[in-house]
């Protein structure tokens, strides 16, 4: 009997150590669990960590990038200032003119008929070379002023061409042949400095004159003036170098109480 109670005490006992090491698994699988989990907790929270510097440094990237561009623009807004208010200027100097548009409409045709009679008074009282064809130019602006095809800044635009071309007159040296004026079937050599000297000689070079405006005729030349047009027109023809000429001027030129004799 007594070895039958130390039997039940040893089962017992194994028992005991049995449920003991499985509550002690049970626990450790518990903590291994709680483990992995705080891993995993923290693995999440430092994702969201990551993340969040992440945004924080993009955001100041982005700042950085608003700032940069602020200053450009503050920069470009100062350099575009002046020009705006000469812009503001002008804006304001067309609006006047706007506002007076109206009074100029009526005053240019006036002022476009005027212009091609003062054109015509002076072809009539300059030189008179090419006279036939300037005078034909007049005459065609006369015309052209009572076309109704044309725009009133078309008429300005052409009688100001025209302008222009008797101005360039007074700058340039030409030379050309043509029929003598004052004598008819006559052919001869022309050679005009601005409106200074006009000049002509024979083709055979025996006979030339000056045009002199005060007595409105030719005025002989002699033999040395005579070499000279022949230098002038090789010059305005482009077959010598420019050089001062010994000529009589087509006009009185007043200096030291004497007429001039050079032309040039």
């Known amino acids: 009997m007594k070895q039958g109670r130390l039997r039940r005490s040893r089962r017992l006992s194994v028992v005991m150590l049995l449920m003991g090491a499985c509550t002690l698994a049970l626990a450790q699988s518990d903590v291994r669990e709680e483990s992995i989990e705080a891993q995993r907790e923290q693995a999440g929270l430092q994702e969201k960590i990551d993340a969040a510097d992440e945004a924080t440094r993009e955001a100041l990237r982005e700042l950085r990038a608003a700032e940069r561009e602020a200053d450009r623009l503050k920069a470009y807004n100062a350099e575009l200032a002046p020009l705006v208010e000469r812009q503001a200027k002008t804006i304001a100097q067309r609006e006047q003119a706007l506002s007076t548009l109206s009074e100029t409409r009526e005053t240019l045709p006036v002022l476009l008929r005027d212009m091609v009679e003062r054109l015509r008074q002076w072809v009539q009282a300059d030189l008179p070379f090419l006279q036939e064809e300037r005078l034909a130019r007049v005459e065609d602006l006369e015309n052209m002023l009572v076309n109704a095809e044309l725009s009133a800044s078309d008429k300005l635009d052409r009688l100001l061409a025209a302008w222009r071309t008797e101005l360039d007159y007074g700058r340039e040296m030409d030379a050309w042949r043509g029929q ?9 050599d022309y050679l005009r400095l601005g409106r200074v000297g006009w000049y002509y000689v024979t ?10 405006s005060r007595r409105n005729q030719w ?29 009589p001027t087509s006009i009185d030129v007043t200096g030291a ?4 004799k050079e032309a040039s």
């Not at 003598?180 to 001869?188: C, D, F, K, W």
């Open 219 to 247: 005025q002989p030349l002699n033999d040395d003036q005579l070499a000279e047009v022949h230098k002038g027109l090789r010059i305005a023809r482009e077959q010598r170098a420019p050089e001062l000429l010994a000529l």
């Open 203 to 212: 083709p055979d070079g025996s006979e030339g004159g000056v045009w002199k």
């Open 257 to 260: 109480g004497s007429q001039g």
């Open 180 to 188: 003598l004026v004052g004598a008819e079937n006559r052919e001869v």
